[in-house]
Antibody, heavy 123, light 111 residues
Framework: QVQLQESGPGLVKPSQTLSLTCTVSGDSINRGEYYWNWIRQPPGRGLEWVGFIDYSGNTYYHPSLKSRIAISADTSKNQFSLNLRSVTAADTAVYYC???????????????WGQGTLVNVST | QSALTQPPSASGSRGQSVTISCTGTSGDVGGYHYVSWYQHHPGKGPKLIIFQVSKRPSGVPDRFSGSKSGNTASLTVSGLQAEDEAHYFC???????????FGGGTKLTVL
């Protein structure tokens, strides 16, 4: 059974770096079939895809976040991480990690999600 | 404002059917067969219930069905049950922009 679990600070000060980790169990992030994603939902708003990393370390980010974001992986711990620099209140959101198949014919649905973690950007 | 447009709420009585719409553009929903739907109960991770417009993952009841016409996709929940009360949101992979788009979500109330 594939499970994803987000972890990290719930409070980050403006201008600092938001850092979250997703621990995957029941699957290996080294497998070539999936993208490992971060998705966020600001309070009262819809979801926004943030970016992904694949099995070989390739990353792809939302264009609006590209200048501030880095996603990395630690295959020895079966984890992948999100770093978002220079945060503002607009980055306050519930952050989810999720797995998506890299099979383009399937449309890349997110078939497993973490339960999400709320990150508040505030002084 | 979300990239894909959903009604904020929907409701139906137990046993009835309800349909939730998801409207995008020809660059995403209308142009590709990549729409997926998710069920989200508060405090839990979202659950994939429909992918590729109308396909159900293993274990998802056939009471959940999906379709698409033009730039609008739809999720129909038939034979409503109490446990169907949740938020539902759509997503479409935008092949033209190489990113995923989401709807704002619809809160389904089972009366």
């Amino acid at each position: 059974q594939v499970q994803l679990q987000e972890s990290g600070p719930g409070l980050v000060k403006p201008s600092q770096t938001l850092s979250l980790t997703c621990t995957v169990s029941g699957d290996s992030i080294n497998r070539g079939e999936y993208y490992w994603n971060w998705i966020r939902q600001p309070p009262g708003r819809g979801l926004e895809w943030v970016g992904f990393i694949d099995y070989s370390g390739n990353t792809y980010y939302h264009p609006s976040l590209k200048s501030r974001i880095a996603i990395s992986a630690d295959t020895s711990k079966n984890q992948f991480s999100l770093n978002l620099r220079s945060v503002t209140a607009a980055d306050t959101a519930v952050y989810y990690c999720a797995r998506a198949t890299n099979d383009v014919s399937s449309g890349h649905p997110f078939d497993h999600w973490g339960q999400g973690t709320l990150v508040n950007v505030s002084t | 404002q979300s990239a894909l447009t959903q009604p904020p709420s929907a409701s139906g009585s137990r046993g009835q059917s309800v349909t939730i719409s998801c409207t995008g553009t020809s660059g995403d929903v209308g142009g590709y067969h990549y729409v997926s739907w998710y069920q989200h109960h508060p405090g839990k991770g979202p659950k994939l219930i429909i992918f590729q417009v109308s396909k159900r993952p293993s274990g998802v009841p056939d009471r959940f069905s999906g379709s698409k016409s033009g730039n609008t996709a739809s999720l129909t929940v038939s034979g409503l049950q109490a446990e169907d009360e949740a938020h539902y949101f759509c997503s479409s992979y935008s092949g033209s922009n190489n990113l995923w788009l989401f709807g704002g979500g619809t809160k389904l109330t089972v009366l």
